[in-house]
T-cell receptor, first 118, second 112 residues
Framework: GAVVSQHPSRVICKSGTSVKIECRSL??????MFWYRQFPKKSLMLMAT?????????EQGVEKDKFLINHASLTLSTLTVTSAHPEDSSFYIC??????????????FGNGTRLTVT | AQSVTQLGSHVSVSEGALVLLRCNYS??????LFWYVQYPNQGLQLLLK??????LVKGINGFEAEFKKSETSFHLTKPSAHMSDAAEYFC??????????FGAGTRLTVKP
């Protein structure tokens, strides 16, 4: 089955530093990847849609200058949390859809990244 | 606009009992519906999906769901709960080619 690899699984950083999270589709190509944020005991909140070779589309209320997304290839998207603050601590999950599949195909999810900002 | 409502943020059943997790949707177009499971500190894993055709859909781990258009529901069931089924379950509806809306999730607890 389709596999999405997300790295790192956990990261602790100091306030003011930047953190990069990688999302790779291992056995399929993904022209579009999605970045979600999940608060404790809450559902997934779509942050942005990452499009290969073009700018990401951000959801309302998500700061694009704070959450930098780069989708440089058909198998890799990165999310960089810049100048992180404790309130950015959360569980971040990426997902991707196989570019070769249809509208009814499911999203494939990475295992998430637990970010803790101290 | 498409949306998903999961009734009950927490469901507790005994091992061996029936599992029923409720999901209702709203959609202006024929929906594509999904159930995902999330174990602690992990991403989401697809359990099953409905697109077209048979309204009773079977998924992994013994789960199944039935699409009922008249009730706008897509409830998830399993005849006999196992301890390993304890997790968070999310119902989702495909909004467009590039978007999916998730319900708030239901935490399933299985008591021995």
């Amino acid at each position: 089955g389709a596999v999405v690899s997300q790295h790192p699984s956990r990261v602790i950083c100091k306030s003011g530093t930047s953190v990069k999270i990688e999302c790779r589709s291992l056995d399929f190509q993904a022209t579009t990847m999605f970045w979600y944020r999940q608060f404790p005991k809450k559902s997934l909140m779509l942050m942005a849609t990452s499009n290969e070779g073009s700018k990401a589309t951000y959801e309302q209320g998500v700061e694009k200058d704070k959450f930098l997304i780069n989708h440089a290839s058909l198998t890799l998207s990165t999310l960089t949390v810049t100048s992180a603050h404790p309130e950015d601590s959360s569980f971040y999950i990426c997902s991707a859809r196989d570019a070769g599949t249809g509208y009814d195909s499911p999203l494939h999810f990475g295992n998430g990244t637990r970010l803790t900002v101290t | 606009a498409q949306s998903v409502t999961q009734l009950g943020s927490h469901v507790s059943v005994s091992e061996g009992a029936l599992v029923l997790l409720r999901c209702n949707y709203s959609s202006s177009v024929p929906p594509y519906l999904f159930w995902y499971v999330q174990y602690p500190n992990q991403g989401l894993q697809l359990l099953l999906k409905y697109t077209t055709g048979a309204t009773l859909v079977k998924g992994i781990n013994g789960f199944e769901a039935e699409f009922k258009k008249s009730e706008t529901s897509f409830h998830l069931t399993k005849p006999s709960a196992h301890m390993s089924d304890a997790a968070e379950y999310f119902c989702a509806v495909r909004v467009s080619n590039n978007d999916m809306r998730f319900g708030a999730g239901t935490r399933l607890t299985v008591k021995p």
